[in-house]
Structure formats: structure tokens, C-alpha cells
């Protein structure tokens, strides 16, 4: 099945792990492009920056600071989108964290969070993502997840 998205510059898209790397890079192209945009990550003071930086370049960006893997993040970052854009289109997952080092050295509390983070807050963007307005017009929405949820 084909969707048939907005195009970009009607579109209100959602970033998560917007402060830094891929997120940052998307959020970038996606203002670039005309986007609004909800920059998500938890270092508020960087997302400010970034979102008065883009503001200032005649881009639309909305903050919300929070842990995605916090219990009922994905609502509030909802929420922020409703207050500020009347809702958005596209929801993408880029928050992310990893660890490095073999299996018996990563400790269980670790490999826990990698999955709270990388799988089960993408999982509840998306489940968001999925009871939004604008996702009943399947034609205006999509959720991507571009992390990869497994450490070395
Ligand atoms: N970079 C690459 O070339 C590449 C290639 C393939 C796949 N990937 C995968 O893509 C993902 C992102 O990579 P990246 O290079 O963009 O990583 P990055 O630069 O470390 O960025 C991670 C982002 O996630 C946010 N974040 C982390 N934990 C969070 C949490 N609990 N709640 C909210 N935000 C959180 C961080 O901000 P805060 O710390 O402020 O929360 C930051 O904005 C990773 O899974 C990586 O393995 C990366």
C-alpha cells in the first residue's frame, strides 16, 4: 500500500531525539523544506537553542523536554504539538541511546533501558502517532523509526 503524505511544507512533524545527530539534521531539512516542527529530546537548554535558531531563520518549532521512555511521554509531546500547531502529520523517532561492550559487561539495567528508549518509546509514538486526527486520513500521516534498538 502506497500512503500519500502531505507534502512537507503543510506538514507538522514530531522529532524525537531532535538535539543532536539524525534528529537534528532532520529537523533542519524538514524547516528547510517548510515543515513545522516538535523538537523532543531531554536537554531543554539545547532544544531551546536550536528551536530559536530555526524560529529566527522564519522556521515554526515548538520544544518539548522530556524522557521518551518516561511513562506517558508521547502524550504530553502530543499535546505540545496540539497546543502549538493544532496537531501534526508525521511522527519520527530518532531518540536513542546505545552501549558498547560484550554481552556479560552491559548490565541488565542497561540493556533494559536500550529497550525503553530505542523500542518501547518508539512503540508509543507510534501507537500515538496512530490515534491522532490526522492519522485517520491515512493520506496525511506516517511514523518512521530510523533507530536501531540493539547495542554491540
Ligand atoms: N549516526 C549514524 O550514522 C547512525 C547510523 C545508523 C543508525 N543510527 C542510529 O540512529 C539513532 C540516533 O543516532 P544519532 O547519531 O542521531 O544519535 P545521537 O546524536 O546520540 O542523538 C540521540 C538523540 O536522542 C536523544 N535522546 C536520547 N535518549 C533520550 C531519551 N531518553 N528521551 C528523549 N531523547 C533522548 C538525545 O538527546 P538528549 O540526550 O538531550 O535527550 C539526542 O537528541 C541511534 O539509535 C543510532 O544507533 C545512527
Known sequence: MHARLKPLSEQVIVITGASSGIGLATAREAVRRGAAVVLVARNRLALDKIASELVSASGRAAVCAV????????????????ATFGGFDTWVNCAAVSDYGTIEQIGLAEHRRVFEVDYFAMLAGCLVGLAAPAAAAAERSSTLAPSCPTGR
Do not use: K, M, N, P
Request: charged fraction near 25%; hydrophobic fraction near 55%.
Open 67 to 82: 524522557d521518551v521512555a518516561e511513562e506517558g511521554a508521547a502524550t504530553r509531546i502530543a499535546a505540545v504539538a496540539q
